[in-house]
Nanobody, 114 residues
Framework: VQLVESGGGLVQAGGSLRLSCAASGISLSIRTVNWYRQAPGKQRELVAAITSGGSTNYADSVKGRFTISRGNAKNTVYLQMNSLKPEDTAVYYC?????????WGQGTQVTVSS
């Protein structure tokens, strides 16, 4: 099982990025997929989640700015991030669970400059 995040980078405040989580060895379409982030010196926090049925949930800090979605044909989940703020700076990880085991990607760095 492998989860690979991509799409991070450096962006100015107010800008946008789209993160991707591509999976192999696990079908994301039938599982809940989560995006977490971890800023330096802080605990990892849940940012967004999408269930197998398509229901979504967001942290209060990103509601209205971030959108989690599934790719139409690929085993991929996206996180569209708009109106980025410096406080969104963190390493972003995707996560899913299979057979009671949590799987994580290696993370992608998002840096938002003021």
């Amino acid at each position: 099982v492998q989860l690979v995040e991509s799409g991070g980078g450096l962006v100015q405040a107010g800008g946008s990025l789209r993160l991707s989580c591509a999976a192999s060895g696990i079908s994301l379409s039938i599982r809940t997929v989560n995006w977490y982030r971890q800023a330096p010196g802080k605990q990892r926090e849940l940012v967004a989640a999408i269930t197998s049925g398509g229901s979504t949930n967001y942290a209060d800090s990103v509601k209205g700015r971030f959108t989690i979605s599934r790719g139409n044909a690929k085993n991929t989940v996206y996180l569209q991030m708009n109106s980025l703020k410096p406080e969104d700076t963190a390493v972003y990880y995707c996560n899913s669970r299979m057979l009671a085991t949590d799987y994580w990607g290696q993370g992608t760095q998002v840096t938002v400059s003021s």
